[in-house]
């Protein structure tokens, strides 16, 4: 099958998303090309998801579908700006106060050493599953370790990429609606491993001032040296900028809110001097169906991220005939009806949206157009349509490959790139705990060999002194061969 097939017959390019696609449009300006609609209902809250046929649709039509809900950035970095500065001059009593602010805990301690602090106790079998998810994610992420090669291009000339870890960085585990300590094990991990000696995790404290012990578990477990009880802007502040107890780090990661969000793209265009993982925005899934596709199935893979928040993004995407929307609009109305988070789940669904494609190839041109975070392919020989992804954070394959095993502990990492950054990101690996450096080592051939060349180059640049940095050791070596023959 050739690639080139799974562009959109409507569409005759894709077009590059703006340098923050949190400013697209909220939802397509027009009206549903079909009557029916996807729905469930909650306590009075309609989550019906549009719907839309794509042979139906124009060209801007079809592009419009990829927006995401617009953020206003604008406001949020007015509320920012001000916590990341008075973090910057007032250190640890700054993060006290938004702590005692937004979290409505007091602290006398915002941070502890982790070394100190004593093992929790879990119930063995909430211990068993993070030991199980810890082992896959360490295998999968050591395995991405790259052996060092040497090359010499030319008799004398050798030279070599080397990785070395990224000294101090900082690992932002939200709190809030939820707790994730398999965030703590996704970023912890591929750190340990990358052998980064200062790793400070900021989390939000309990009510007590306490950590969640499931995140002080995987924490320790994980090799995390500090572990600063804030959340928000203020955490990403403390650990960007150093305080009196918090180290200064120098690369932060991880998911959390559109503060937290905010303080990272604040801080990384400041003299904090840091850098980020990636832009990161709510969580989404797209899952394409087919007549072989379990209802069941399908509705639990759409729930499992509506009930993220109210802002996830899901989008079912309808491959060819034969699929029982009223089977799987039953099976949503049921599950969700069970679910703790069914309202936040019935927010999501009423500004998400399913699509219906003529057939796979279709299908698969939307989802590589679209980007999603995590991308469900839950069709009769899924693994055939492997080849023509282009644009996803993480792809999971076949009927008995939910996302929630990747969430927690398939070994892939969770952080993964959302908004459409998908195009241009891919999700926080091994590598993103490294820099590398390059080497070169040149024989006294190896310059005779190679220096002329560069002598002439730089000299059409109009560069005398890196032409000369090569001419006067080649002067020195002829000036020692003449020596030798004497």
């Not at 211990?127 to 998810?133: G, L, P, Q």
């Not at 069970?338 to 998400?352: I, N, T, V």
């Not at 080592?441 to 060999?449: C, F, I, Q, R, V």
Request: proline share 5%; glycine share 6%; with cysteine.
């Amino acid at each position: 099958m050739d690639s080139q097939l799974l562009l959109l017959n409507k569409t005759n390019a894709l077009i590059k998303p703006p340098l923050f696609s949190f400013f697209a449009s909220s939802k397509p300006r027009y009206n549903p090309s079909s009557n029916f609609s996807l729905g469930c209902k909650l306590k009075g809250v309609m989550c019906a998801m549009k719907s839309y046929r794509l042979s139906e649709l124009s060209n801007a039509e079809v592009e419009s579908l990829k927006a995401r809900p617009r953020i206003d950035f604008s406001s949020i970095f007015g509320i920012v700006n001000p916590i990341v500065e008075d973090v910057r001059q007032r250190g640890d009593d700054a993060v006290k106060d938004y702590t005692a602010k937004f979290d409505k805990v007091k602290l006398d301690k915002i941070v502890e050493n982790v070394s100190e602090l004593p093992d929790p106790e879990l119930e063995a079998a909430v211990r068993e599953a993070f030991d199980v998810a810890y082992d896959n994610i360490y295998a999968f992420h050591l395995a991405q370790k790259s052996t060092e090669k040497s090359v010499e291009n030319m008799k004398g000339v050798r030279c070599k990429r080397v990785a070395r870890s990224i000294g101090s960085v900082g690992l932002y585990v939200p709190g809030g609606t939820a707790v994730l300590p398999s965030t703590a094990l996704m970023l912890a991990v591929p750190a340990q491993i990358a052998g980064c000696k200062t790793v400070v995790l900021a989390t939000p404290p309990s009510q007590d001032g306490s950590i969640c012990k499931e995140v002080l578990y995987c924490a320790k477990k994980a090799g995390v040296t500090h572990i600063l009880k804030a959340g928000g802007a203020q955490a990403i502040s403390a650990m960007a900028w150093g305080t009196d107890s918090c180290p200064k780090v120098e690369k932060i990661f991880g998911p959390g809110n559109q503060y937290v969000t905010a303080a990272k793209m604040i801080l990384q265009n400041s003299e904090a001097m840091i850098s980020i993982d990636m832009p990161a925005g709510p969580s989404e899934v797209l899952v394409i169906a087919d007549s072989y596709a379990s209802p069941v199935h399908i509705a639990a893979d759409l729930l499992s991220q509506a009930e993220h928040g109210p802002d996830s993004q899901v989008v079912l995407v309808v491959a060819g005939d034969g699929v029982d929307m009223k089977a799987i609009e039953e099976e949503i109305s049921k599950q969700r009806q069970s679910l703790p988070r069914g309202e936040y789940a019935s927010k999501a669904l009423s500004h998400s949206f399913t699509v219906f494609a003529h057939d796979m190839v279709e299908a698969v041109s939307f989802s590589n157009l679209y980007a999603p975070e995590h991308l469900i392919i839950n069709v009769k020989d899924a693994e055939k349509w492997e080849n023509f992804i282009e644009n996803a954070g993480s792809v999971f394959l076949g009927p008995w490959t939910p996302e929630s095993v990747g969430d927690y502990a398939s070994g892939t990492n969770h952080v993964l790139p959302t908004y459409g950054y998908a195009r241009m990101y891919g999700g926080v690996s091994l590598d993103s705990f490294q820099k590398y450096m390059t080497v070169q080592s040149l024989t006294e051939e190896g310059l005779m060999k190679l220096g002329p060349y560069v002598a002439t180059m730089a000299e059409v640049e109009g560069l005398d002194a890196h032409k000369r940095a090569v001419t006067l050791r080649l002067q020195d070596i002829e000036a020692r061969q003449v020596s030798n023959t004497r």
